[in-house]
């Protein structure tokens, strides 16, 4: 009886939000998705008579009656749960071990070029012999012509069979009557049929790929199939997984386009891959994957600069049509992505409005911003605990507000720290330098300080009438 003034409270809210609807910009898809995650907890508690789940399986597969194709959906109603798809292994040795990464890619047949190759060598030639060992990559050809795919697999086992025998790379192929139909889809956006059935089938090549790889590894990376890697990816990410420790995240994006370069933690993939097949028909992946992030509660894009994957391909997978993006914050070298060891941050400067302090020592694309400082104002650093640093730089003022910088101001080290009015904060300082052009930057820091550093300080030396951004602070230790 409990159960049932539970449903009954959850259809009383969805009721509301049609009346919502009616008055704002509320989407049907968001109320769907809504509906169905409440529907999941009472699923997975088994509460729900078997009618209740039919309805949600009904609803969930845009009702497909084909009996050929109901199997590959009958599940949608456990979102934590794998897909149930029978994989066919093209080009494979036994996983022998969990790994650290694995990296996914999805393939089809293109009118045009072809880089699926040239980015698999990317995948390994830029990565170290001890990052070899931590990553799997898995290409999942998704075409439904077994003679390209049949052709593909002879060019991956020749140019990458030690790969494969060390079971670093995996090809695999879901079949056709796994997929569900795509013809005659909604046209939303008013794309062509063509369109649609293209985005559509991509959803669920996506979405089958991700459902293998949920056990391979702790993380998982998305990449497309015409992709060039910055040199030692894998230690770039694991630093910025490390540097965001006990931190709420869904989605690490390190690039700007497409579906490249998105990070997930594995235990999300399932969940992730029934989103996709929930609504293929609905709308391009990428956007999806903006709907996903936020129903999982992390509200911002978390975007790290500068770029490790960067979109070579000239001519797109879909009717080979030109695509010249590229991201120009990608950089091909190996970048050192500071260590930025735990800390609290303080300033007395006047903040403007969301853009606190903490957001300058962050390794997203975030800023501190205040009001114009005056001589004597600060912005403290104060470690957890005392550090041997080898390299500090301090980047202040954008790109769009190159005055917004500091103009004249030193940076200190402190050390013997003690508790003052419910903080904490260092007794002495020692002046390592001032800031040139807005600027502060000093590598072998450990030679010219005689101590381990508790604290370090920007101190304003004149007052500026302009605004303050202070860009990033990046510290380097041993």
Excluded at 288 to 307: C, D, E, M, W, Y
Excluded at 363 to 377: I, M, N, Q, T
Aim: one cysteine or more; aromatic letters at 14%; proline letters at 3%.
């Amino acid at each position: 009886m409990l159960k049932f003034y539970q449903m009954k409270h959850i259809f009383e809210i969805l009721d509301k939000m049609r009346c919502l609807r009616k008055r704002s910009t509320v989407s049907f898809l968001g109320v769907l998705v809504i509906f169905l995650l409440f529907m999941n907890l009472y699923i997975e508690d088994s509460y729900v008579l078997e009618g209740d789940k039919q309805l949600i399986r009904e609803t969930s597969t845009h009702q497909l009656n084909s009996e050929r194709y109901v199997h590959t959906f009958k599940d949608l109603s456990n979102f934590s749960g794998a897909i149930n798809v029978t994989y066919r292994y093209l080009a494979a040795t036994p996983l022998q071990r969990k790994r650290f990464l694995t990296i996914g890619l999805s393939s089809v047949k293109r009118k045009k070029g072809n880089y699926l190759l040239e980015t698999i060598k990317s995948i390994f030639e830029q990565s170290s012999y001890e990052e070899l060992k931590e990553i799997s990559v898995v290409v999942h050809l998704a075409d439904f012509n077994s003679s390209w795919r049949e052709v593909i697999v002879q060019d991956i086992t020749q140019k990458f069979a030690h790969h494969i025998i060390a079971g670093r790379l995996v090809v695999i192929h879901a079949p056709e009557e796994y997929y569900p139909i795509l013809d005659g889809l909604k046209r939303n956006y008013n794309d062509p049929e063509d369109r649609v059935r293209f985005r559509s089938k991509q959803n669920v090549d996506y979405a089958f790929l991700l459902n293998f790889c949920a056990n391979t590894s702790d993380y998982y990376v998305m990449l497309e199939d015409d992709v060039r890697c910055s040199k030692n990816f894998l230690t770039a990410i694991k630093k910025v997984i490390t540097s965001l420790e006990g931190t709420y995240w869904v989605t690490l994006e390190f690039s700007k386009l497409g579906y490249i370069g998105k990070l997930y933690h594995s235990h999300d993939l399932p969940r992730l891959a029934h989103f996709l097949l929930m609504f293929y028909q609905e709308m391009p992946c990428d956007w999806l994957l903006t709907h996903f992030r936020g129903l999982l509660a992390q509200k911002n894009v978390i975007r790290f600069k500068p770029s490790l994957f960067q979109h070579m391909g000239y001519y797109s997978s879909y009717k080979g049509t030109e695509n010249k993006l590229k991201d120009d914050d990608f950089e091909e070298e190996s970048f050192d992505i500071p260590d930025n060891p735990p800390a609290n941050l303080y300033t007395n400067m006047n903040v403007f409005e969301n853009y606190e302090a903490s957001k300058a020592y962050s390794s997203v694309d975030e800023y501190f911003w205040g009001k114009p400082p005056s001589a004597g104002d600060v912005f403290v650093i104060i470690f957890e605990n005392p550090i041997l640093i080898k390299k500090i730089k301090v980047s202040t003022g954008t790109e769009d507000r190159q005055n917004d910088i500091l103009h004249h101001g030193a940076l200190d080290v402190g050390e013997n720290v003690i508790d003052f009015k419910q903080s904490r904060q260092c007794v002495t300082y020692l002046r390592l330098g001032e800031f040139k052009n807005g600027n502060f930057e000093m590598s072998e820091v450990n030679q010219k300080i005689p101590f381990d550093i508790h604290c370090i300080r920007i101190y304003v030396t004149k007052t500026q009438k302009e605004w303050l951004i202070i860009r990033s602070i990046s510290i380097w230790t041993f």
